[in-house]
């Protein structure tokens, strides 16, 4: 290990008396470790020119290979620092309902287990088990996946929804008079309005108009008077109570789906996303409780 950290830092650095310093040796220290290393490997990694070094194509490649290697060495270390002997629960969710929901409740989870490290990635795209380390994801749609298990959270309630000023522009009156006016849609969910329509028995096809591949932006959309943004209840309740959104026309429907929590049946013993998912257990109850 000492000497692949003295390797990489001259090849980022290109200097030994930097890396001398960065790692507390001596210049002839560090000299010595990168051509041990290089009699390890049986490769060249440096040309010396005149007291400078220079990477070879070789050396080039490997200090690429080996930067990410010790960067991942470097995250681990230091995720068990910050939680010695807990652990980390490597979390996959959707950026709009990760801010909107998830966000405003991570901070009783973070109370009851302290020990637990959460490291959070957005993923728009349909999560990768075996191409990625997680353990565990929240997504939206059906409980088709291969090796996993699942946790209902909920299904969610959509609502046609405009700015004030739209609403008052185009004359809304009724759910008819939507099929006219432009619509912001949603790449993940390309058939959102169709379904909308179809169950309020009005006769629409073709439907055009501005395409997001995120709610947040069609929110900031909607609320701007670019058009008609089809909505989840939950994620807009701010922007409703302060009139920033009104309803176009109050005519909800369930979407097709729901929000899951997923991981995989390989590693469903995994001591954080147990808690976890005990945790979210409790919230949804919290929830359940509190709308009643």
Same mark, same amino acid.
């Given at each position: 290990?000492?000497?692949?950290?003295?390797?990489?830092?001259?090849?980022?650095?290109?200097?030994?008396?930097?890396? !001398? %310093?960065?790692?507390? *040796?001596?210049?002839?220290? /560090?000299?010595?470790?990168?051509?041990?290393?290089?009699? #390890?490997?049986? $490769?060249?990694?440096?040309?010396?020119?005149?007291?400078?070094?220079?990477?070879?194509?070789?050396?080039?490649?490997?200090?690429?290979?080996?930067?990410?290697?010790?960067?991942?060495?470097?995250?681990?270390?230091?995720?068990?620092?910050?939680?010695?002997?807990?652990?980390?629960?490597?979390?996959?969710?959707?950026?709009?309902?990760?801010?909107?929901?998830?966000?405003?409740?991570?901070?009783?989870?973070?109370?009851?287990?302290?020990?637990?490290?959460?490291?959070?990635?957005?993923?728009?795209?349909?999560?990768?088990?075996?191409?990625?380390?997680?353990?565990?994801?929240?997504?939206?749609?059906?409980?088709?996946?291969?090796? !996993? %298990?699942?946790?209902? *959270?909920?299904?969610?309630? /959509?609502?046609?929804?405009?700015?004030?000023?739209?609403? #008052?522009?185009? $004359?809304?009156?009724?759910?008819?008079?939507?099929?006219?006016?432009?619509?912001?849609?949603?790449?993940?969910r390309p058939h959102a309005w169709e379904h909308w329509f179809e169950v309020n028995g009005i006769p629409a096809s073709d439907l055009t108009g501005m395409v997001f591949d995120q709610f947040g932006a069609m929110v900031q959309a909607a609320i701007h008077g670019v058009g008609l943004a089809l909505l989840p209840e939950f994620l807009i309740e701010a922007e409703i109570n302060d009139g920033r959104l009104v309803h176009a026309v109050n005519v909800p429907i369930k979407s097709i789906g729901a929000y899951y929590l997923v991981w995989p049946r390989a590693t469903s013993q995994h001591l954080p996303t147990l808690?976890?998912?005990?945790?979210?257990?409790?919230?949804?109850?919290?929830?359940?409780?509190?709308?009643?």
């Amino acid at each position: 290990m000492n000497l692949l950290l003295a390797f990489e830092g001259v090849a980022r650095t290109g200097s030994i008396t930097a890396v !001398a %310093d960065e790692l507390a *040796l001596t210049q002839s220290a /560090v000299s010595r470790q990168i051509q041990a290393l290089e009699n #390890q490997l049986g $490769a060249t990694l440096f040309l010396r020119e005149k007291k400078r070094l220079k990477l070879t194509s070789a050396g080039r490649e490997y200090a690429s290979e080996i930067r990410e290697a010790l960067s991942k060495i470097a995250q681990a270390s230091l995720a068990l620092k910050a939680t010695p002997g807990a652990g980390t629960l490597n979390l996959a969710i959707l950026p709009t309902f990760g801010t909107r929901w998830l966000a405003a409740r991570l901070g009783r989870f973070a109370t009851l287990h302290p020990e637990v490290s959460v490291h959070l990635t957005t993923r728009l795209q349909p999560f990768d088990f075996a191409g990625e380390k997680l353990d565990a994801a929240i997504h939206f749609g059906d409980t088709n996946w291969p090796g !996993a %298990d699942h946790m209902k *959270l909920m299904t969610e309630t /959509v609502v046609p929804v405009c700015s004030r000023e739209f609403r #008052q522009e185009r $004359a809304v009156k009724a759910a008819g008079d939507l099929v006219r006016l432009p619509l912001l849609h949603l790449h993940s969910r390309p058939h959102a309005w169709e379904h909308w329509f179809e169950v309020n028995g009005i006769p629409a096809s073709d439907l055009t108009g501005m395409v997001f591949d995120q709610f947040g932006a069609m929110v900031q959309a909607a609320i701007h008077g670019v058009g008609l943004a089809l909505l989840p209840e939950f994620l807009i309740e701010a922007e409703i109570n302060d009139g920033r959104l009104v309803h176009a026309v109050n005519v909800p429907i369930k979407s097709i789906g729901a929000y899951y929590l997923v991981w995989p049946r390989a590693t469903s013993q995994h001591l954080p996303t147990l808690k976890f998912r005990k945790w979210l257990e409790g919230e949804l109850t919290r929830k359940s409780s509190t709308e009643a």
